[in-house]
């Protein structure tokens, strides 16, 4: 039997080795805001320096969109498998190191003025970055700490989208200041930042669970029965294929922004990714939003709200013209495509139990998006003919609006019921269907 002594001394031991709540959770999204940060700043720095300095048409600058999504996609698909058999740890540190040569290639690019070097980073940026997203959504979703499941997701959320914002609005003025070459080294530096909080900052992997943490009461009451049941996998898949199309819309719009500032009159770039970034600014508020009002769970209408909204505000960001119809429109692109991320996300973690596979096919599909809309753009009409390009989008759209409404039909079995669901509800209709 141990001493007095003996036992003090083994429990300092212990509360020297173990987990601190604090220090659970931050370094994940640390790395995330970087990596974020460091992704979204090149990218945008290649449409802007293409389009303002080497005066590519439009189609040229989606074909690099498309480009990097089909890497994304397969960097997203395999990866997910990889974050479940390695870890998230060794998944992270060894892409960012991967992706440090990768910035070398657009400093080339833009030495040379080589829209083919340019393609290539993109290329390989999204292949090499893809893969890190499945890997903090499942640390983030299986570390252990005082946060609940909707409150990390959304927090996640916020923590990529603030990186996105940041680099969208800085990398006109970073450009001016430190040159083209410039940004993209600092976009090097940024990478490098984010493996070494995952080196020496982050948990052990022995720490990361095998499942993801707890929900919220009220969701936990209801994913009990949704879990189980087999409208749940349609709900999914609706969620999926609406993030989907949300990412066919913003990253046709993310490529072709440096052409619609210019038609707008936005001739000093540093101005037009301020004003071109004001979506982004609105996507953060949209996560904040979806955190702080969870009515929108299990509620197939608010995602074809959602999706609706969605269309008209990217159609019209294509073929309308003028300052405030500019800014009026990001405000509810950027609210729609939060809220429909944001669902797919939640569904993805919450009937997935946080695995790396759920998340990599839900980032797989996001390259999916990236591919098709930039591709069809692309080909739709004369190069910078920015109407036919909102034509074949539409067409997509209208396609994928399909899809949505044979599986919200599906849907229409799911059993959503809780007590705070009863509470809302009228006498005798507690157990609603998700509409």
């Avoid at 657009?106 to 070097?117: E, N, P």
């Amino acid at each position: 039997m141990p001493t007095n002594g003996q036992t003090l001394v083994s429990a300092a031991n212990r509360s020297l080795t173990a987990p601190r709540g604090r220090r659970m959770l931050w370094p994940w999204y640390a790395a995330e805001l970087a990596v974020s940060f460091s992704v979204i700043l090149a990218g945008t720095n290649v449409y802007y320096f293409a389009r303002y300095a080497l005066h590519a048409p439009a189609a040229d600058l989606l074909w690099i969109a498309a480009g990097g999504g089909f890497t994304y996609m397969l960097g997203a698909f395999f990866g997910g498998r990889w974050v479940d058999r390695l870890g998230q740890r060794r998944v992270l540190q060894a892409l960012a190191l991967l992706n440090i040569p990768v910035f070398a290639v657009a400093v080339m690019g833009v030495i040379l003025g080589s829209l083919t070097l340019l393609m290539l980073h993109v290329a390989l940026l999204n292949l090499f970055s893809a893969a890190m997203w499945p890997a903090l959504e499942s640390a983030l979703t299986r570390s252990p700490g005082r946060w609940r499941l909707t409150t990390r997701v959304t927090v996640y959320n916020l923590t990529w989208s603030t990186g996105a914002f940041l680099a969208f609005g800085a990398d006109g003025t970073l450009a001016l200041w430190f040159s083209w070459a410039g940004v993209f080294l600092g976009s090097a530096l940024v990478m490098l930042l984010s493996w070494a909080m995952v080196r020496w900052w982050a948990i052990p992997q022995s720490w990361i669970g095998a499942e993801h943490v707890a929900d919220d009461p009220r969701d936990q009451q209801e994913s009990e029965r949704v879990m189980r049941s087999a409208p749940s996998l349609a709900l999914l898949h609706m969620a999926w294929l609406a993030n989907m199309l949300a990412f066919v819309c913003t990253n046709t719009v993310i490529p072709l922004m440096p052409a619609i500032t210019l038609a707008d009159g936005l001739r000093s770039y540093a101005v037009a990714t301020a004003v071109g970034s004001i979506w982004t600014w609105m996507r953060a508020l949209g996560f904040a939003l979806a955190w702080l009002w969870t009515g929108w769970h299990y509620r197939v209408r608010w995602m074809l709200l959602f999706f609706g909204v969605l269309i008209v505000a990217t159609e019209g960001l294509l073929l309308g013209r003028g300052l405030l119809a500019l800014i009026g429109l990001q405000i509810i692109f950027g609210l729609a495509a939060a809220m429909l991320y944001s669902g797919s996300l939640y569904y993805s973690m919450h009937l997935g139990r946080g695995g790396g596979r759920n998340a990599g096919i839900h980032e797989a599909l996001i390259g999916g998006g990236t591919v098709v809309g930039p591709a069809l753009a692309a080909l739709a009409g004369p190069p910078d003919n920015l109407p036919s390009k909102a034509v074949a989008i539409l067409l997509v759209l209208l396609c994928g609006a399909l899809g949505m409404g044979l599986l919200a039909f599906r849907t229409r079995g799911l059993p959503v019921d809780s007590a705070a669901e009863a509470a809302r509800q009228p006498a005798g209709r507690a157990g609603s269907e998700p509409w």
